[in-house]
């Protein structure tokens, strides 16, 4: 996620809420990432996080008043607008947002986001409050407004709350908020399709405690799905057993093994205007299932065991008839070990898919890297060693690059 912050220049703005506490560490990610950050801070945000703090974090003094003498001109409010490639407000109270609706400005932070060119400096606001003012119909209202306004608001999340109680209100976590951040610099290339993606190995049991899988991370998988997600696409993604949180705003199924994986599959595609294969899927799952742990006996015997073919997902997709007719965009990936040309390009023909992705698995599994080769009817083209978000954001591009020949759209 780094190269979409990286030269970006960001006003981090909050407004009072003890969810402040959230915006340290999303200030330090956005620094991070190679953004530049300057802190504006309401006198209500200063009961509940110092300005101390967010200049150590961002490296930046921090602004809190309109008359701030710093300013030549003594106008910070213009000067930092229109230095911005956006304005963050996290936490946004009730009160703030009301502001905004209402087109007060009467402090640097509510002045600021008036005065800022709303068409070069696009307005994200991350909500923070009780549940029950979130529900209130004001609160919603003015959140309408502040959106027909030209403002994104993002969702909140659900859970406990500092008054004790339990509901709708809570800031996003500062990850969610980043990859919400990134979708704003990114371009909508996948507006109105719907993408369905498969990502992670199966799980073929053997017996209640052993199984066949294999090391696949599901990263790959994952940072497609948030790539597309910011690139404007509905995602669902099908997931096998790996340890990765949720892109937010990505609906995700949870599967064990292939057939379970196939199903899944099956009850979307219907939906989808594209499906990525990216998940490792096993090849052979045992015949039979002991419904009891397998021991040793001590004899050194080991016990026989026979195998049967899994269902081949991608293949069965491609070979249906949305996908024949051109309402269904296929992409399918391999991951080899050796001659990955000769290998990938055997398979995309095999499989029946306008375009396969091949890398060589040893060397990404479990990594934060990959190295991609994209083979279709024109050739191949090579996205050379990055980040496993950076190469995603690139293969989305790619796609969205090819669906007007495919789909006649």
């Not at 976590?173 to 992670?200: D, N, R, S, W």
Request: proline share 5%; with cysteine.
């Amino acid at each position: 996620m780094n190269d979409v912050f990286a030269g970006k220049h960001l006003v981090l703005g909050l407004s009072g809420g003890v969810a402040c506490y959230k915006s340290a560490m999303l200030c330090r990610l956005l620094v991070q990432a190679g953004a530049t950050v300057q802190v504006v801070m309401t006198e209500a945000a200063e009961q509940f996080m110092t300005p101390v703090t967010m200049q150590a974090l961002s490296g930046r003094a921090v602004y809190t008043s309109q008359w701030d003498a710093r300013e030549p001109n003594n106008m910070p409010h213009i000067n930092l607008s229109r230095e911005a490639d956006a304005i963050l407000i996290a936490p946004c109270s009730a009160d703030f947002i009301a502001r905004l609706a209402q087109g007060r400005s009467d402090e640097l932070l509510s002045l600021m986001c008036l005065a800022r060119p709303i068409d070069k400096v696009p307005l994200v606001l991350a909500p923070a409050m009780n549940r029950e003012m979130w529900t209130h119909p004001a609160t919603q209202r003015n959140l309408s407004r502040v959106q027909y306004d030209g403002a994104t608001v993002l969702g909140v999340g659900n859970g406990s709350q500092a008054c004790g109680e339990t509901g709708d209100g809570r800031m996003l976590e500062p990850e969610e908020i980043m990859e919400e951040l990134a979708g704003v610099f990114t371009a909508k290339t996948l507006q109105g399709q719907h993408l369905l993606i498969t990502a992670g190995p199966t799980f073929e049991a053997i017996d209640p405690v052993r199984g066949i899988t294999n090391l696949s991370s599901g990263k790959m998988g994952f940072a497609i799905a948030r790539a597309a997600k910011a690139a404007g696409a509905e995602v669902t993604l099908v997931a096998g057993p790996v340890h990765l949180p949720t892109p937010h705003g990505v609906t995700r199924i949870n599967v064990q093994s292939a057939r379970q994986m196939l199903d899944a599959v099956q009850s979307q595609v219907g939906n989808a205007s594209i499906f990525i294969a990216t998940a490792a899927v096993a090849d052979w799952r045992p015949a039979e299932f002991s419904d009891q742990k397998i021991k040793k006996d001590g004899s050194g015997d080991v016990p026989a065991m026979a195998f049967v073919e899994n269902p081949d997902i991608l293949a069965t997709v491609a070979q249906s008839d949305a996908a024949k007719y051109g309402n269904l965009y296929c992409v399918g990936f391999a991951a080899e070990s050796h001659d990955l040309l000769k290998h990938a390009s055997a398979k995309r023909l095999r499989k029946g898919v306008p375009l396969l992705v091949g890398n060589i698995g040893p060397a990404t599994f479990g990594k934060d890297e990959n190295a991609l080769l994209l083979i279709d009817d024109n050739g191949t083209k090579e996205l050379p060693h990055a980040s496993k978000d950076a190469l995603a954001r690139q293969l989305v591009e790619e796609i969205a690059q090819r669906l007007p020949t495919v789909q006649g759209v």
